[in-house]
């Protein structure tokens, strides 16, 4: 059973090109979750989908970003007219129940130059 | 605002040597979260801790929670290298779905032989 699975792995971008983070959840999962993690800090929720669903999107920054959760195919975090503060990992998390502990994937770092 | 607050935030051991890391949370919580990080990997789940009082052991860390005192610990015993790693205690917002998890800081621990 594969886990949480995440790609690009590492992503380099130039300041106003567009990011796009891929995350497959585990099999069976349909909550799934969206953390950054800057250098030398804990995880920061961003948004929570379901199937086709934002259930709460409150960690999101206002302008530039959004995430999808289709009904085919994987979630996807994106970043337009990405800045150097947008330098980060981005973990994807997938549960199959509330009360179950996140899985979390191996992240994507990504850099902007 | 739910707040989230580890201490230490670094800690370096002997091996042999026991110690406990402190998560104390500003709201009413009855779900928290202990991760594991190695650098540059994802998070692992470590313990689940539903409820008032609840003890979970693994291995050489064992984790309670008191919701009365919002309080978690991890408690190292008998330190090995292998345990060296960032260690995280999350809690959930408490929302009615999802789990949205507020992290700390991180407790960077390193265990020298």
Redesign the interface.
């Known amino acids: 059973n594969a886990g949480v699975m995440q790609n690009p792995r590492h992503l380099v971008r130039r300041r106003g090109q567009e990011a796009r983070l891929r995350c497959s959840p585990m099999k069976g999962h349909s ?1 799934v ?1 969206w ?1 950054r993690q800057l250098p030398e ?5 961003m948004v ?1 989908l379901q199937k086709e669903n934002i ?2 999107e ?2 999101m920054p206002k302008e530039r970003f959004s995430a999808e959760f289709p009904k085919e195919g994987p979630s996807i975090l994106r970043i337009q007219q990405v800045v150097r503060g947008d330098s980060a990992a981005y ?1 994807c998390a997938s ?1 199959r129940r ?10 994507s770092r990504l850099t902007v130059l | 605002e739910l707040k989230v607050e580890q201490n230490p935030l670094f800690l370096s051991m002997q091996e042999g040597k026991n110690y406990t890391i402190y998560c104390n949370y500003s709201t009413t919580s009855d779900r928290l979260y202990w991760y594991r990080q190695d650098p540059g990997k994802s998070l692992e789940s470590l313990f689940v801790l539903l409820s008032n009082g609840a003890v979970k052991q693994e291995g050489r860390l064992m984790a309670s929670l008191d919701t009365k005192a919002r309080l978690s610990t991890l408690h190292i015993t008998a330190a090995v290298h292998d345990l060296s790693a960032t260690y995280f205690c999350a809690v959930d917002r408490g929302e009615t779905s999802g789990s949205r998890l507020t992290f700390g800081e991180g407790t960077q621990l390193t265990v020298n032989p």
């Open positions: 909550h979750y953390y800090e804990g995880l920061k929720f929570y259930i709460d409150s960690g973990f549960s509330m009360t179950e502990a996140l899985f979390f994937g191996e992240g």
